[in-house]
């Protein structure tokens, strides 16, 4: 059967640790946007932990909420771009071609997860930190939009292993970046398809639900969480 | 005064051979000004895009309110020629050359400002469907994809508008011209000559395209307005956005129309062609426009205020009360507060009136494209990732310089094609059994 | 290329001149397909300008419309279908939105067909020396022969003179 990736998010294990942005930044070269960009409202982080703050003072609960391309099955970012750059592969992903870009930002504005970036300007490293960068990925220039891909760098260097090995891909073979760093184990990524897996079981749970679910976007990500935050302060 | 034949000719062909000192200065403001964003717009290739104020969320906001806004003046023509042609609405022969040019340069602008928004605009040549071997192809069904079509079809079809009834101008500037104006002339005259068999060939085909270029008209201004509503954004994704830009076109369009009119009558001294009257006819469309502009406005906010959805809350609060309530209530203003007293009562609907009345709805129309477009980008469904938008200097200057394009192609236009219909006035003068008239309206001017 | 021609000021004396250039057609003996009539706009109501009346560009214009219909439909859906890439959970040939392309191909198609034909009906462009006169801007109408025979030039001018010109002249190309 043809593999449907998805990853599951877990809100209750999640402790805004952002190990998984830094990881993300690292594995997919992406730039720091600096702080005078970033004031700009041009940071980019293809995985951002949302932070919201509930209730008030003597008791404010804080909720981190990872939020990432949520590679939805019905995604309104595809059909809108002119030129087939964002478009939905058979393996379920929502694919970015860098070469096809032109540019119109149309994506970005349809998208409602806010997931997708725009290269402003030429990405820059300061020295030496280009030395860090991952060959596997390439580097977007000025006027590109990009976004998560669930590291489709590594899902395809583990297929193409597989292949000549002869052999099918087993869960947990290999994991996105954002998922590898997590300390908490929140994010888990893996084979929707497979029932066996460990993603396919967690988001088959009755604690799943997905973010904005209600617009029909159809996302493979899924939040879990237990109840309300009154059931979790009363015990 | 006495208007004939030879009147017509003489004083519609007069601003072709004979300029003055404040023709020359406004062409070369116009000039300075586009000049300016040329320079504009080589800043931003050379440094990316990035020296625009747009942001994440806001990824779109001066270039595609001006897009939005040139396409939506270029309505213009459209109703004043088309329309009024295929309603045998006699005073419209003074103005439809006018409207026409306008819609023309309108719609060159807006088709321009969409390559020059896009992050590497040396690609956008791969809109065109053309084969190749990159396996390049517009996606069809992405409302950009529309738009290439639509902005084709409808500057096509308004350039072939525009063109065709210049034909026997451009003879009758032929015949009136010598030395090297002649020759030139004589090739965008295409020989014409006159003949009834031409004349009946002509004006069939003028028939055609009032008939086809109307529906053209509305369905550019829908699919313009369908790149918002296709999206999931709120306070976009609106069925009302298709014929609430229609209406808004054709609004802002009059408007142009007007401002155009009155400053081309004091420039080319038309006094006797562009006559009150003229006006007057055009201030009560503007008034009917003003009116529906505010029914469309006024449903699209009920329903979104009576529905309470949250998303669509967020962003209706930003426009009426909040960040944006200035802007708002400014556009509300000059959309229908200001216009409508002074289109509707007769003493106030002069030629001051409806140029300070159509002044005022550019500006407003302006203000409604930018507040459909930013308000809704900057609150979108999480409120994690709302943002705020400042426009830079680079966005002004781009801004500033396509109305010095549209004043410039204007202007060069009304030195090389007589602003006024020689042709049809003269069919206009045949109507009243030759008793020398110019505008039917108001009952005929008599000889003296 | 000569020709003999009057000038009138106004539609029924141009009629007027045409039929009797008819007249002279046949008694004098040259073709009538060298009578020309040149005006600096058109005039209705008169059987030299409603003769020349046709619907074809009309049957020409809905002709091209349905080609330019039936273009677009097979570069929405043949194109799409030879490379399937699919988008946004919506079918490979959505007929909404192909449905648009459609209809641009619709008008633009009537619209080029539109052009040619009024270019190919009205003889444009035509850059060999036309037959016109400054009276034409001035409102009159130009009725005469082209390349009349040489004998009944004198016979011509009275027949042209005798229904109303205001002037008779003759012009060389």
């Not at chain 2, 400014?330 to 507060?337: D, P, Q, S």
Request: net charge neutral; hydrophobic share 45%.
């Amino acid at each position: 059967m043809e593999h449907k990736w998805g990853l599951v998010v877990d809100l209750d294990r999640c402790t805004g640790c952002e190990a998984c942005v830094v990881a993300c930044h690292a594995e997919n070269n992406i730039p720091t946007a600096g702080e005078d960009q970033a004031a700009r409202g041009r940071a980019k982080h293809w995985i951002r932990v949302e932070r919201y703050w509930e209730g008030d003072f003597p008791n404010p609960r804080v909720r981190f909420q990872p939020v990432l391309c949520q590679q939805c099955d019905e995604a309104p970012c595809e059909p809108v771009c002119p030129t087939y750059a964002s478009y939905h592969t058979p393996e379920g992903l929502n694919a970015q071609v860098y070469n096809r870009c032109i540019g119109t930002r149309f994506c970005a504005n349809a998208c409602p997860y806010n997931v997708r970036f725009f290269n402003f300007y030429n990405p820059q490293w300061e020295t030496p930190l280009q030395l860090q960068l991952n060959p596997d990925v390439s580097v977007r220039s000025v006027g590109i939009m990009e976004k998560c891909t669930f590291c489709v760098q590594r899902i395809k260097a583990a297929e193409i292993q597989a292949e000549a090995e002869k052999r099918e891909l087993k869960d947990g073979e290999f994991t996105t970046a954002c998922a590898q760093s997590c300390a908490s184990k929140a994010l888990v990524f893996g084979d929707l398809n497979d029932a066996a897996s460990e993603v396919a079981r967690l988001a088959n749970g009755n604690r799943g639900s997905k973010l904005l679910g209600e617009l029909g976007t159809k996302p493979n990500v899924t939040y879990l969480e237990r109840g309300s935050w009154q059931d979790a302060n009363n015990g | 005064m006495q208007t004939t034949a030879e009147q017509i000719e003489q004083d519609l062909l007069r601003p072709l051979f004979h300029s003055s000192a404040k023709y020359w200065i406004a062409v070369a403001l116009a000039t300075s000004l586009l000049l300016a964003g040329v320079a504009a717009f080589a800043y931003q290739l050379y440094n990316g895009i990035g020296v625009w104020g747009i942001n994440s969320p806001v990824f779109w906001a001066f270039d595609i309110t001006n897009f939005v806004f040139w396409i939506g003046i270029s309505h213009a023509g459209t109703l004043i020629s088309a329309i009024l042609r295929l309603t045998n609405a006699t005073w419209r022969r003074p103005i439809t050359r006018c409207a026409e040019a306008i819609t023309v340069f309108s719609v060159l602008i807006g088709a321009i400002i969409p390559l020059c928004h896009i992050g590497r605009p040396w690609l956008a040549f791969w809109m065109i469907p053309y084969p190749n071997q990159r396996h390049i192809w517009p996606n069809f069904r992405s409302p950009l994809a529309w738009d290439f079509f639509a902005i084709s079809t409808y500057l096509t079809g308004s350039t072939t508008f525009l063109y065709l009834p210049t034909i026997p101008d451009f003879a009758a500037v032929r015949d009136a011209a010598t030395g090297f104006r002649k020759k030139i002339y004589r090739v965008l005259s295409l020989g014409w000559q006159g003949t009834p068999r031409q004349w009946q060939r002509l004006e069939t085909a003028m028939h055609i395209m009032a008939v086809v270029i109307v529906p053209v008209a509305v369905s550019v201004h829908t699919i313009v307005s369908w790149d918002f509503a296709m999206t999931p954004v709120p306070m976009w994704h609106s069925s009302i956005f298709g014929p609430y830009f229609v209406t808004g076109a054709i609004f802002s369009g009059i408007a142009a129309l007007i401002l155009a009119m009155a400053l081309l009558r004091k420039l080319l001294h038309l006094e006797e062609y562009l006559r009150p009257i003229h006006f007057e006819n055009l201030g009560k469309l503007l008034l009917t426009m003003s009116l529906l502009w505010f029914y469309f406005t006024f449903a699209e906010r009920l329903t979104a205020w009576y529905g309470n959805s949250p998303p669509e809350m967020a962003v209706f609060w930003e426009s009426i009360r909040k960040q944006f309530a200035p802007l708002f209530w400014t556009m509300v203003v000059c959309n229908f507060i200001i216009p409508v007293p002074i289109l509707a009562i007769k003493r106030l609907r002069t030629i001051t009136g409806t140029a300070i009345a159509s002044a005022t709805v550019v500006v407003g129309m302006w203000l409604e494209r930018f507040l459909i477009v930013v308000p809704a980008l900057e609150h979108k469904f999480l409120p994690y990732s709302w943002g705020t938008y400042r426009p830079t200097w680079v966005e002004d200057t781009l801004m500033a310089s396509s109305f010095g394009m549209m004043a410039l192609l204007y202007l060069l236009f009304s030195k090389f094609v007589p602003m006024i219909s020689i042709w049809e006035m003269k069919v206009g003068l045949q109507a009243h059994g030759g008793v020398p008239v110019v505008a039917a309206a108001d009952g005929p001017v008599l000889a003296e | 290329m000569k020709a003999l021609y009057g000038l009138y000021v106004d539609a029924a004396s141009a009629q007027r001149a045409v039929d009797a250039l008819r007249v002279a057609s046949s008694e004098l003996k040259f073709d009538a397909q060298q009578i020309v009539i040149v005006s600096g706009e058109p005039h209705e109501g008169y059987d030299f300008t409603d003769s020349q009346a046709t619907s074809s560009p009309y049957r020409w214009a809905v002709l091209g419309a349905v080609v330019g219909g039936a273009t677009g439909y097979l570069l929405t859906t043949l194109s799409q279908k030879s490379y399937p890439i699919f988008t946004g959970g919506m079918s490979l040939t959505p007929a909404w939105t192909n449905g648009i392309i459609i209809y641009e191909m619709i008008m633009l198609g009537a619209i080029l067909t539109t052009l040619v034909v009024l270019l190919i009906g009205a003889g444009l462009p035509n850059f060999k020396g036309v037959i016109t006169d400054p009276e034409i801007g001035m409102g009159k109408i130009l009725v005469g022969v082209v390349d009349p025979p040489e004998n009944s030039r004198v016979e011509l001018e009275r027949r042209l003179r005798l229904a109303g010109a205001a002037q008779v002249k003759q012009s060389i190309l």
